[in-house]
């Protein structure tokens, strides 16, 4: 079973005053959120604005990160073109990572049968461990819980990451999966829920603000102390809700620059948070305690 943890921070990558890249307080940042209790990163996922990243800033990015952090480094390469994602997932490797979070295709809509010939053509181009990522909601498509059964059975295709937002769904993947295919929630806010049907983890955002507050609930969940846990959730359940309030990573880069964590602005097309959502982040930070 691969060792990467229960609380993986999807990252946001940091731009200087110009939107370069600050490769410096990467680091910086990669560190912290080690400290507070990340168990391994996901460097140019969608949090971490990868479609308007180049693949020399990606690779950087990768070679960076994996030297100054002692955690699992997980590359997300994943595109709408097969061949692009491989490329991706070959120079990923090449970088040193750890592992690759590959999403499914985008806009062109496989069916289930070309999903799994997308991921199965992506797993034997390279020697690394893959965690699937479904997230209809971005991609228009959703992994079916039958083709994660017959990805999992491929070697290298080891996790999930689960965001589609459908209990039953997570419940469907658990129960026919083996139980070394470890599923990871990639909603912060039905983490606590999917862990008491079997998922193992969270592939978070929330973390890059709460994460000590995210490790002790996971901490207090799995030694049985389900009320602690839930004491947790609830406390948390206005910033899980709130950082997705307008397009990720939008709202989290503003949190952060908020608490005074300088991640910077964003690339087009996205653009900084407005005066309401400031508004409504700069509330959350006061009652946590953050700011």
Same mark, same amino acid.
């Given at each position: 079973?691969? @060792?990467?943890?229960?609380?993986? &921070?999807?990252?946001?990558?940091?731009?200087?005053?110009?939107?370069?890249?600050?490769?410096?307080?990467?680091?910086?940042?990669? @560190?912290?959120? /080690?400290?507070?209790? $990340? &168990?391994?990163?996901?460097? &140019?996922?969608? &949090?971490? +604005?990868?479609p308007t990243l180049t693949d020399d800033e990606k690779v950087n990015l990768y070679k960076t990160v994996k030297t100054y952090v002692d955690v699992p480094v997980i590359a997300g390469v994943g595109t709408n073109n097969t061949a692009l994602t491989i490329e991706n997932? !070959? %120079? %990923?490797?090449? %970088?040193?990572?750890?592992?690759?979070?590959v999403v499914a295709?985008?806009? @062109?809509?496989?069916?289930?049968d070309s999903l799994y010939y997308h991921? !199965?053509?992506?797993?034997? $181009? /390279?020697?690394?461990?893959?965690?699937?990522? @479904?997230?209809?909601?971005?991609?228009g498509c959703n992994i079916l819980p039958e083709t994660v059964v017959k990805l999992s059975k491929i070697d290298n295709i080891v996790a999930l990451k689960e965001a589609s937002g459908d209990i039953v769904q997570f419940a469907e993947i658990i129960k026919s999966v083996p139980k070394d295919f470890l599923i990871y929630s990639g909603d912060d806010s039905l983490l606590l829920p999917a862990m008491s049907i079997g998922t193992y983890g969270v592939v978070?955002?929330? $973390?890059?603000?709460?994460?000590?507050e995210?490790? +002790?609930?996971?901490?207090?969940?799995?030694s049985k102390d389900t009320e602690r846990a839930m004491d947790i959730h609830l406390e948390l359940l206005d910033i899980? !809700?709130?950082?997705?309030?307008?397009?990720n990573p939008i709202p989290v880069k503003a949190a952060l620059n908020l608490m005074g964590v300088n991640v910077?602005?964003?690339? #087009?097309? #996205?653009?900084? %948070?407005? +005066? !309401?959502? #400031?508004? /409504? #982040?700069?509330?959350?930070?006061? +009652?946590?305690?953050k700011i």
């Amino acid at each position: 079973m691969i @060792n990467w943890g229960r609380l993986i &921070t999807a990252m946001v990558t940091p731009f200087d005053e110009d939107l370069n890249v600050d490769y410096e307080f990467a680091v910086v940042l990669a @560190n912290r959120l /080690v400290k507070e209790g $990340s &168990t391994a990163l996901v460097i &140019t996922g969608t &949090t971490g +604005e990868a479609p308007t990243l180049t693949d020399d800033e990606k690779v950087n990015l990768y070679k960076t990160v994996k030297t100054y952090v002692d955690v699992p480094v997980i590359a997300g390469v994943g595109t709408n073109n097969t061949a692009l994602t491989i490329e991706n997932a !070959k %120079a %990923a490797q090449r %970088a040193g990572v750890d592992g690759l979070l590959v999403v499914a295709p985008y806009y @062109n809509k496989p069916d289930q049968d070309s999903l799994y010939y997308h991921f !199965k053509e992506v797993a034997k $181009s /390279v020697d690394l461990p893959i965690m699937l990522y @479904n997230v209809p909601g971005r991609t228009g498509c959703n992994i079916l819980p039958e083709t994660v059964v017959k990805l999992s059975k491929i070697d290298n295709i080891v996790a999930l990451k689960e965001a589609s937002g459908d209990i039953v769904q997570f419940a469907e993947i658990i129960k026919s999966v083996p139980k070394d295919f470890l599923i990871y929630s990639g909603d912060d806010s039905l983490l606590l829920p999917a862990m008491s049907i079997g998922t193992y983890g969270v592939v978070s955002v929330a $973390s890059h603000v709460v994460g000590p507050e995210m490790k +002790e609930m996971i901490d207090a969940f799995v030694s049985k102390d389900t009320e602690r846990a839930m004491d947790i959730h609830l406390e948390l359940l206005d910033i899980f !809700k709130d950082l997705f309030i307008i397009a990720n990573p939008i709202p989290v880069k503003a949190a952060l620059n908020l608490m005074g964590v300088n991640v910077g602005g964003l690339r #087009l097309p #996205l653009t900084k %948070a407005r +005066e !309401k959502v #400031l508004n /409504v #982040l700069e509330k959350d930070l006061r +009652e946590l305690g953050k700011i």
